[in-house]
């Protein structure tokens, strides 16, 4: 144990220095939903399916849909994105999500392509 | 103030303590350092969850019933589908149960060497704990990079799994098992070999083969008293079947033994994995499920890290299963806890706990009451807290609602 | 002992029609039988066959009767499911922790989750519900519902 | 004027201050690298000082208030008086008269009793085992490192740490044979500092923080100085009347000698710490009387055998 300990000493310290240094996520990470408005055909199967009823789907004026997201609700399964048979819904590699306002974590994403978070 | 009458006097370990990561109570009764009697009082983590299955369709239970655990969560996500799958009748893809079976056992690396850690904590050797945990780190990785995360996987799915394992992501798990091989020969070495560990272990949480069999104990508790007890053989799913591999047992009955049995199971954890993963069979990875489960019942069980996990599943042929019951292995575990405490010292308590590896969140699961009708002068709310500390610096000429921006 | 093999000694000492018991598959057996004879089952099971452990109790809400359902496994991976029931109106049973002491915290919890009576446990916390849990307030029956703790109960946001 | 300064300002009390803020970053430091962490910045102890003096003082209800008080600046008194006594990279301390080493072991004994008294009567389930373990603790360690510290004074026939170490000045070579007394102080000052393994009467994970459990605020900051500042001392006691070099080379030289010194101290007592799990009651009290004071016994009836060969 001694020798292990002392030639840890003179190693660099393994701790990562986040939030100043941040990880690269693995591809396929499940972090921060993304939704496609223009794909959506409004079958709400993700709402149905939804462990944590952290999506709604609406139908807005014009026709298209928008999505409210509810990310401290959302508990990243990505059940949501498989259920989805037109792929609008992604997960995104997006994992600092933490708010100090309860209700910046709803997102809301309407059709409008400017608007995307 | 403690009863001094007749020298004996009772101190509460938990709900809250430092020794326990997780909320249960243990009280006990001390005689100078000696332990008298101990009483344990569990369901503090009791979320709802059997009922709340019941209110939710199969696809969400899924995800709901891996939440019942961080560390174990495949191990319980996969009782559960394989119980439904029972009920459903359905063919789980070859594959499908090589990738279960890699992934179960990725995550008994990274279960036994967080318990290691734990335990050196236990035992005030803090230098263990950094170790285990850094090296434990290898297997998070992986399990990120095939899965999607590190803890709470989301593999499972109704009818097989939901992400495949590619060619290079085996050679990755390769690469990443001989690292973590070496590290764990190393801590063989060290729970064997380093005189204080060895002293703080041996003779500690002594319970003998009879009565772990008469109280029910599982996984590697039991096998460290000398009972062979071990689902992946006895009981085999996925691909247990297919895979050689040896149960690890021994016949100290204590701690030491305990730490010896989860070491030496992590080496034969590690030829599996290699096994599973040169072998990897081709073909589908999962099968399409229906929505509505037959009417029916099945039992499931699963050699989880901690010992054999117990899913019973009754449909009723609609999309919401009619009852689910889960026995998580703690539940099993702690009723040994009190035989083994008895006649030892306080200093024991914390390492005798840790020995089974206990999993309050596994084992308590139902409602959540908030009591927010009784308010007695011992209850301060947030605000009124909040209140008090901007006052009492106020009075020392601080003014914290400039400072901290509190309100 | 192999699940068939527990089948037919069962069949044979109980005189069970093939309804109340099945063998679905390997190492799986489920029987049911009436709460009169199923404390003589139970020994029979844990002496005669050698279903030594205990996994679990089930505890079902079934209309008119509560059922109880004894997980038990063997060394050779075998689980034998005996399932009986009482009265709901009168929902008493005795204790198994004489054969099992490890059937303790299962018994407290039909004890809280659904409205059992267990004669002969012995005195001592109960599990898993809190000490200020409304008395006759069982969550795992059918018809109860979050709302029935009135005020403060609900876990809703 | 001069002699006021030497107390207060250099080499006395505000200079304690700062090395034994330093003492418990390196230590915490050290004890992080060698286990593969970053460890704090340089200025985390005296933040966590700042932190506490800022905080409010909380005293249970049922704790008899004066020697709740009274312990932590009894603690930290008595270490900084200990001090005075001690030669740093002179023969001479700031003070000292004939006998002065049993006055230093018996200050660097209060902080214990203090200790003990303020756990005691703060009446928390867990002070109170944590004061008791502490006094029991304290009967295992103390014998050896009296035993220990008075083999040297025998060879050296004084009780004067001045004259202790003008004699070991004068005949370094005499130095090695007080190695076996010189590992069982050390082993034996982790017990007094209460580090691992024999941080037995502040475990965390069983009885939570010990005797400290109740305090909190300024009460808190006094008696983790206190710490930090007896970590210093019985580092410098050691180095000394068991490593005597470098004593005048002159202010300059002569200090850096004596920080050497006790930082290499520190080190090795760092270094136990991190090796090590922590023993039991009953292992720690059969270690210190079956293996330490055997041990400085033997070094004792050594040294009376030597100066009586020698004389």
């Not at chain 4, 044979?177 to 475990?203: H, R, T």
Request: proline share 5%; net charge negative; aromatic share 10%.
């Amino acid at each position: 144990m001694l020798i292990e300990v002392l030639e840890n000493l003179f190693k660099k310290p393994i701790t990562i220095t986040y939030p100043i240094k941040k990880e690269a996520m693995p591809k396929g990470y499940r972090g921060k939903l993304k939704f496609f408005p223009e794909k959506c055909i409004g079958c709400k199967l993700c709402m149905k399916d939804c462990p944590a009823n952290a999506i709604t789907i609406n139908m807005t004026a014009d026709g298209k849909y928008e999505a409210i997201l509810d990310m401290g609700k959302c508990i990243y399964c990505g059940q949501c994105v498989d259920s989805c048979a037109k792929k609008a819904l992604e997960l995104t590699d997006e994992f600092d999500l933490a708010q100090t306002d309860n209700k910046k974590l709803t997102v809301d994403i309407h059709a409008e392509p400017e608007k995307k978070p | 103030m403690p009863e001094m009458n007749s020298g004996e006097f009772k101190i509460p370990i938990g709900p809250q303590h430092p020794a326990l990561k997780e909320p249960t109570s243990f009280s006990v009764a001390l005689k100078g350092e000696k332990i008298m009697g101990v009483d344990v009082r569990l369901g503090y983590n009791h979320r709802g969850i059997e009922k709340a299955c019941e209110e939710r369709t199969y696809i969400q239970d899924v995800y709901l019933i891996e939440r019942i655990c961080g560390i174990c969560s495949h191990s319980h996500s996969t009782a559960f589908v394989q119980a439904v799958e029972e009920i459903a009748g359905l063919e789980v893809p070859k594959r499908a149960k090589y990738i279960r079976m890699i992934i179960g056992e990725l995550e008994r690396i990274h279960s036994h060497l967080l318990w290691l850690g734990v335990a050196g904590h236990e035992i005030g050797f803090d230098t263990l704990l950094m170790y285990t945990w850094r090296d434990r780190e290898i297997a998070m990785d992986i399990l990120a990079e095939i899965t999607g995360n590190r803890v709470n996987y989301g593999m499972n799915t109704i009818g097989g799994v939901r992400r495949d394992i590619t060619a290079a992501q085996a050679k990755e798990v390769m690469e990443a098992l001989k690292p973590l091989e070496e590290r764990t020969k190393y801590y063989i070495d060290i729970a064997t070999q380093e005189p204080t560990i060895v002293e703080r272990l041996s003779g500690v949480g002594y319970v003998s083969k009879e009565d772990t069999i008469k109280l029910g104990a599982v996984g590697p508790t039991a096998r460290a008293s000398g009972v062979a007890r071990d689902i992946r053989r006895d009981d085999p799913y996925s691909a247990y079947d297919e895979i050689p591999f040896n149960v690890i047992t021994d016949d100290h009955c204590d701690v030491y033994g305990r730490a010896v049995v989860r070491l030496k199971e992590l080496m034969e954890t590690y030829k599996m994995i290699s096994y599973g993963v040169m072998n990897l069979p081709e073909g589908p990875i999962s099968v399409r499920a229906p929505r509505k489960i037959p009417a029916g019942e099945a039992i499931s069980r699963y050699e989880a890290p901690r010992g054999e996990d117990f899913h019973y599943v009754k449909s009723n042929g609609s999309d919401h299963p009619e009852r689910v019951k889960v026995r998580a292995p703690t539940l099993a575990n702690v009723q040994c806890v009190k035989k083994m405490l008895e006649n030892r010292y306080l200093a024991d308590l914390p390492i005798v706990v840790a020995a089974i590896d206990p999993c309050f969140s596994c084992t308590d699961r139902l409602i959540e009451v908030k009591d927010v009708d009784k308010k007695s002068s011992d209850v301060i709310e947030w605000n009124d807290l909040t209140r008090y500390s901007i006052d009492w610096y106020r009075d020392r000429g601080i003014d914290m609602t400039k400072v901290g921006g509190l309100k | 002992m192999d699940a068939e093999e527990t089948k037919q000694k069962l069949v044979s000492k109980f005189v069970l029609p093939d309804t109340s018991i099945r063998s679905p598959r390997t190492r799986r057996v489920f029987m049911e039988i009436d709460y009169a004879r199923f404390r003589e089952a139970l020994e029979y099971s844990y002496n005669g066959l050698a279903y030594k452990a205990l996994a679990a109790i089930t505890g079902f809400d079934e209309g008119e009767n509560l059922a109880f359902m004894y997980h038990m496994s063997n060394e050779e991976g075998v689980v034998l499911s005996i399932k009986t029931f009482v009265k709901k109106a009168d929902p008493s049973l005795m204790t198994i922790t004489d054969i099992f002491p490890g059937a303790d915290v299962f018994e407290r919890e039909l004890v809280d989750l659904l409205g059992a009576k267990v004669e002969g446990l012995k005195p001592g916390d109960r599990y898993p519900l809190t000490d200020d849990w409304p008395a006759g307030q069982y969550p795992l029956r059918k018809d109860w519902k979050v709302e029935n703790l009135g005020e403060g109960g609900s876990c809703q946001r | 004027m001069h002699i006021l300064f030497e107390v207060f300002i250099f080499p006395g009390v505000l200079f304690l201050f700062v090395f034994g803020l330093w003492a418990e970053f390196f230590d915490r430091r050290v004890y992080a690298r060698m286990q593969n962490r970053i460890g704090p910045p340089w200025f985390q102890p005296l933040a966590d000082i700042i932190k506490l003096i800022a905080k409010e003082d909380l005293i249970p209800e049922e704790a008899n208030v004066i020697f709740f008080k009274a312990a932590p600046v009894f603690a930290l008194a008595a270490v900084l008086a200990a001090f005075v006594y001690i030669p740093l990279w002179s023969t001479n301390a700031i003070a000292s008269f004939y006998g002065d080493i049993i006055v230093v072991l018996y200050l660097l004994t209060l902080p214990t009793i203090a200790i003990f008294l303020g756990g005691w009567y703060s009446t928390s389930l867990f002070a109170r085992i944590g004061s008791v373990r502490n006094v029991t603790q304290f009967f295992a360690y103390e014998v050896p490192l009296l035993m220990g510290m008075l083999a040297p004074t025998l060879l050296a026939n004084t009780w004067s740490f001045s004259e202790l170490t003008a004699y070991y000045h004068a005949h370094p070579q005499y130095t090695l044979i007080n190695l076996i007394a010189f590992v069982v102080c050390l082993i034996s000052l982790q017990g007094k500092l209460e580090k691992a393994p024999f941080d037995i009467p502040e475990a965390e994970t069983e009885i939570v923080a010990g005797g400290f459990t109740e305090y909190s605020g300024r009460l808190f900051a006094m008696l983790r100085l206190a710490l930090d500042i007896e970590m210093v001392v019985g580092a410098s006691l050691i180095a000394a009347v068991f490593l005597p070099f470098g004593f005048g080379l002159g202010p300059v030289a002569g200090f850096a000698v004596y920080m050497a010194k006790v930082i290499s101290i520190v080190f090795l007592l760092s270094v136990g710490r991190t090796i090590f799990a922590r023993m039991r009651m009953d292992q720690m009290i059969a270690f210190c009387w079956q293996y330490l004071v055997p041990l400085s016994m033997f070094q004792i009836i050594l040294n009376l055998v030597l100066k009586g060969f020698l004389s």
